[in-house]
């Protein structure tokens, strides 16, 4: 009994070291100078952030709001196919920001979902949520009720699109939330695609570009992305993907840079690709 507790001990003891080392590994070198004020890097293969910055900290997300919208829509299984006509009730009057999409423009369901989480279309998003069976007010509880099924506890929900400050959230609550939109195909194809033409006319169409410019590098291997900005926030990006082949979530907040985010997310990538990481992580797993 004596020795088979002994050998017992000895390997909690040595996965212990070996759960440690690979937490580790990231730590060796540099660590990256992010301008985000609020940073996270999940390595979801560990469980465990390689990187944290204020992760705990609640602030205003934005538009990285539209992917608690699109659950709460697919969620409900409404026809994507059915019509929508935009109207003036969906026009900003809080930001002022401006829309391609004019007053009575009507377009698939599926069309203002994916504009809203491309292109991040303000006016698509409230559209999907002025039509929503019970309208915006019931779509934002449902928002709030899935934070809490997510266990997103310091996440707070008030529209559809972002543009309050009171829609908060913490950069680990926005993990989960990634992790929960990737589970819908329609996102991932959604936010990954560079561009997405919509009819919205007999004779005309409107082309869209997504918000971020690195789902069109081939350097970047990208499951889902979402960009936000208002003043209050910042920019913001949040993105599923692979770095030195392992699935790492990045949640980047409060960037005042017009290209820091997407400058912070490059640094990230080499800081986890490159150098001796790249063999530390190698080597462990082989």
Known sequence: MKMRHGLITMLLALLACVAQASEAHFSYGKLPKLGSAIALIYDEQTQQPLYRKSENEVVPIASITKLMTAMVILDARLPLDE???????????????????????????????????????????????????????????????????????????????????????????????????????????????????????????????????????????????????????????????????????IVLLDSWGTHTRVGDANRIKNWVEGGPQRASLRSRMR
């Open 83 to 249: 019509p929508i006509t935009i109207t003036r009730e969906d026009r900003d009057r809080l930001k002022g920001t401006k829309s391609r999409l004019r007053d009575g423009m009507t377009l698939s369901r599926g069309d203002l979902l994916v504009l809203a989480l491309m292109a991040s279309e303000n006016r698509a998003a409230s559209a999907l949520a002025r039509t929503f069976p019970g309208g915006t007010p019931v779509m934002v509880a449902l928002m709030n009720a899935k934070a809490r099924e997510l266990g997103m506890d310091d996440s707070s929900f008030t529209g559809p699109a972002g543009l309050q400050s009171e829609n908060v959230s913490t950069a680990r609550d926005l993990v989960k939330m990634v992790q929960a939109a990737e589970s819908y195909p329609e996102i991932k194809l959604a936010t990954t695609q560079s561009a997405h033409t919509v009819q919205v006319g007999a004779r005309q169409t409107l082309r869209f570009g997504n918000t971020n410019p690195l789902v069109r590098s081939k350097a970047w291997d990208i499951g889902l992305s979402k960009t936000g900005y208002i003043s209050e926030a910042g920019r913001c990006l949040v993105m599923k993907v692979r770095l030195s082949d392992r699935p790492t979530v």
